[in-house]
């Protein structure tokens, strides 16, 4: 299991420290989440912040929009670098465009589902994927409780990706613990994102570890 802690949870006061003490405590990605008080109820960092948490970062970055108007963030973020960008299915009209738009750019396009949309809605669209998000909470904010029927939608989801693009990897987010990362491997997810797990433990290398089961 991979695993791809939220700065969303981090000390921003000392933000350089935060990002090369998960870096450093052997993470496989950072996530970034990037809100705009429009599509969610918060609103967080833009490309002056993150390019800062780029240049100190040695793992690679993965965004998060959740965000409307998603082709002008990608504008803003491709130049960055990102591994992955994702944006939201419920937010998109043409989301085979924009998924072509992404990986033009050189970045691995990922779509992200809210807790009730069904993983049939992209079936069509796996074949142009590199990921597919599943959030176990609802998209705005850290530190909320895992919502369980993500672990059936995983593995419908990972069905799915096996019939038509094997390649795809299953990414969940929100509220990921030591608790049921377990179910998750078992449901085919190949990485988890984890916020206020990573960053409220004492010891944020031996909180990362104990996810990369
Ligand atoms: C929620 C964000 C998550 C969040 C995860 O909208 O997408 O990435 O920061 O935080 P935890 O792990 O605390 O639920
Ligand atoms: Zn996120």
Redesign the pocket.
């Known amino acids: 299991m991979l695993v791809a802690p ?1 700065i ?2 981090a000390d921003f006061g000392k933000l350089n420290d935060e990002i090369k003490a998960i870096c450093e405590g052997g993470c496989d990605l950072v ?1 970034v ?1 990037v ?1 705009d008080g429009h599509f ?1 109820p ?1 609103l967080t960092i833009g490309p002056v912040v993150v390019s800062a948490v780029a240049k100190v970062a040695t793992k690679p970055l993965d965004i ?1 929009l ?1 965000v409307e108007n998603n082709s002008f963030f990608v504008d803003l973020f491709a130049p960055l670098k990102p591994e992955y960008i994702s944006f939201h299915i419920e937010e998109e009209k043409h989301p085979h465009r924009l998924i072509q738009k992404i990986r033009g750019l050189g970045i691995k396009p990922a779509i992200t589902l809210n807790p009730h949309t069904p993983p049939e809605s992209i079936e069509y669209l796996l074949e142009d994927l590199d990921m597919v998000l599943l ?10 409780k ?1 919502i369980p029927s993500v672990v059936e939608k995983a593995k419908k989801l990972k069905e799915l990706i096996n019939k038509r693009n094997p390649n795809c990897l299953i990414e969940v ?5 030591d608790k049921n990362i377990q179910e998750l491997k078992n449901a085919g997810v190949d990485i988890v ?6 960053y ?1 433990a004492s010891d944020y290398s031996t909180a990362i570890k104990s996810l990369q089961i």
Do not use: E, T
Request: proline share 3%; charged share 5%; net charge negative.
């Open positions: 939220s969303l949870s996530h989440d809100m969610v918060n998060h959740m959030m176990s909470v609802n998209p705005g904010f850290g530190g909320q895992f987010d929100g509220g990921v613990n994102v984890a916020g206020s797990y990573v409220g």
